[in-house]
């Protein structure tokens, strides 16, 4: 079965998290994609979180499906071996603080020149242009500048950051469908073209209206813990066994249920309950109705009467339980990967499938530079090259 992306030669340039993970999500469906790293400075990801035996696990997860090459790119013979590698590839996926690769030679007219078809994928914290385009620029910034940290958390606590790399991954998923796009324009065209994109624009894409409410009518999104200003009761609710749900309300009849369900049906009646701001205004009567049921019964006895009442409820899962979970188990959401270094490892898989042409995790993050003596020889150096350029660091 020929995956989408075979044929599609992908280099990847980028460390950390948003541009690996946009190159790793084309890897899934079939790109080679040629993962980059500095001789004597691997991907910081390496080192990130937890390990086994030495092994970086996070890093295992970012450098699936990929080839792994190690090139000084602040080398003039390692920038000129890159420019040999890019004449022949589809996309180029880099994350440096803008102006870096124009530094080396490497600018996007630089590459055009060897390679007018080249989708070139720019990654950072700010753009390409503007007063903040050379700042440092991180997922943890673009989280707090894109308003996601202002609206979340209890409305007496700070603005709360999540504990995992969102804007990152969000821009990841944003990075290759812009990488589509432009190939699709290429096969139009037959030209490349530079894709510049900004970690802090597409979390703020995500996050709903709040530009046209403030523009519209001057209203600035609360923090409101989980509860939401457009329906109630939504919240998530302690049971009896210490486990939590979650509960949503969005449709009218799913709150209609719910209340039954908890035994007061009489707040139907209110008319305040007949729209979803009406039932956010009263918020706190709701939350104390559905906490006293649920607190009175295990999480799984809530689960099956929610389920039973065709009412909208979900277990709130840490990874153990996502690993127990029949659902996802029905899904294939967590592949077990094989792997050189750990034998087999378990990660989430593709997160959507396609019936003819489906994503596959082939393989888990490979060796810093396993790959480079193979990519490398089949641009034609020789094994002497080869040994002399990695004596001077280049490689």
């Known amino acids: 079965m020929t995956a989408p992306l075979d044929g599609v030669k992908v280099v ?9 993970l946009a190159a790793a999500f084309l890897g899934d469906f079939g790109a ?30 970012l450098g699936r499906n990929k080839r792994t090459v190690t090139l000084n790119l602040s080398d003039p013979d390692g920038a000129a ?4 590698l890019l004449a022949d590839a589809d996309v180029l996926v880099e994350n440096f ?6 530094r080396w030679g490497l600018g996007p007219a630089e590459l055009h020149a060897v390679n007018p078809r080249l989708v070139i994928t720019r990654i950072s914290g700010f753009g390409q242009v503007g007063p903040y385009a050379r700042r440092p620029g991180f997922g943890t910034l673009a989280e707090a500048m894109s308003g996601f940290a202002a609206a979340t958390g209890e409305p007496d606590g700070p603005p709360t950051l999540p504990p995992f790399g969102l804007a990152d991954s969000v821009s990841a998923l944003a990075a290759a469908y812009a990488v589509m ?6 096969d139009v065209t037959g030209a490349g073209q530079v894709v510049d994109l900004a970690i802090i624009e597409p979390i703020m894409a995500m996050l709903g209206p709040q530009v046209t409410w403030y523009d519209q009518l ?3 999104q609360p923090r409101l813990g989980n509860r939401s200003n457009n329906n109630a009761p939504r919240n998530t609710y302690r049971c009896a066994d210490g486990r939590w749900v979650a509960v949503s309300t969005s449709a009218q009849s799913i709150a209609e249920r719910v209340l039954r369900l908890v035994g007061r049906g009489e707040l139907i009646d209110e008319p305040w309950f007949a729209t979803g701001s009406g039932r956010a205004a009263h918020a706190d009567e709701l939350d104390a109705a559905v906490s006293a049921w649920v607190s009175q019964r295990d999480r799984d006895e809530v689960v099956a009467a929610f389920e039973e009442a065709q009412a909208a409820v979900a277990p709130v899962y840490d990874v153990r339980d ?13 592949r077990t990967v094989p792997d050189e270094e750990l034998g087999e490892v378990r990660m989430q898989n593709v997160p959507f499938r396609l019936t003819e042409t489906p994503g596959e995790i082939r393989h888990a993050g490979r060796r810093h530079g396993q790959d480079t003596d193979t990519v490398f020889s089949a641009l034609g150096l ?14």
């Not at 980059?36 to 080192?47: F, M, Q």
């Not at 071996?81 to 040999?84: F, S, T, V, W, Y």
């Not at 996502?322 to 967590?334: F, K, M, R």
């Open 12 to 20: 990847d340039l980028a460390t950390l998290f948003a541009g690996p």
């Open 32 to 61: 080679d994609v040629i993962k980059v790293e500095h001789p004597a400075k691997p991907d910081p990801s390496r080192g990130h979180g937890p390990a086994r035996d030495g092994v970086g696990l996070w890093w295992k997860v």
């Open 81 to 84: 071996l890159l420019r040999r």
């Open 97 to 102: 603080r803008p102006g870096t690769l124009e």
């Open 181 to 186: 796009l432009a190939l699709r324009a290429r």
């Open 218 to 220: 001057g209203y600035i």
């Open 322 to 334: 996502i690993l127990a979970d029949p659902q996802y188990a029905a899904l294939g959401t967590v």
């Open 382 to 395: 020789s094994a002497e090259e080869l040994a002399a350029l990695r004596e001077r660091g280049v490689l």
